[in-house]
């Protein structure tokens, strides 16, 4: 009997719905994943921007698939999404599934801190203190940026910055 992919797998998951131990116990983990990932693509393909960082997340902390990751933080920056901004535009910066475009990559992070991303606004303020990222040293703009991040939402950018502040002076 020639069976397909899916045929299997059907089986497999009304089985594993019925059997006790640790395999069955991981398939259903695996199969409850699987279905998350199938409502998070559909929720991405509506537009809608907390699916596709999610999906990012899971690329490319869980997976370690930056390329994928990169793609859906990329379309949530393309609707102006301020975490979509910043994860697009670091992956620029670093060459993290994608070619290494530092220009492009700043002009993302500028976008996302100057919608208040505080982590964003951070690395430019650090960026511009030490001359990284294609930028030169310029503590004006390292001041700026630095001053949004230490009063951004984030506590641990907030403490970040704020220290970066006080080596200024």
């Not at 203190?129 to 951004?152: E, I, M, P």
Request: a positive charge; proline letters at 2%; charged letters at 25%.
């Amino acid at each position: 009997i020639c069976r397909t992919h899916a045929q299997v797998r059907n089986a497999i998951e009304k089985l594993a719905a019925h059997i006790d131990g640790d395999k069955a116990k991981r398939w259903r983990r695996r199969l409850e994943e699987s279905e998350k990932l199938v409502h998070l693509r559909r929720l991405a393909e509506t537009g809608d921007p907390e699916a596709m960082l999610s999906l990012h997340f899971h690329y490319y902390f869980l997976k370690h698939q930056p390329e994928e990751a990169f793609h859906y933080a990329k379309i949530a920056a393309d609707l102006g999404n301020a975490r979509g901004l910043q994860k697009a535009g670091f992956a620029l910066c670093h060459g993290k599934g994608v070619c290494k475009n530092q220009a492009n990559g700043v002009a993302l992070l500028a976008a996302a801190a100057g919608a208040g991303h505080g982590y964003a606004a951070y690395e430019l303020g650090r960026s511009f203190l030490s001359g990284w990222l294609g930028l030169s040293r310029d503590a004006s703009q390292a001041r700026l940026w630095l001053d949004r991040a230490a009063n951004s939402e984030g506590p641990c950018v907030r403490e970040w910055a704020s220290d970066l502040l006080g080596t200024m002076q």
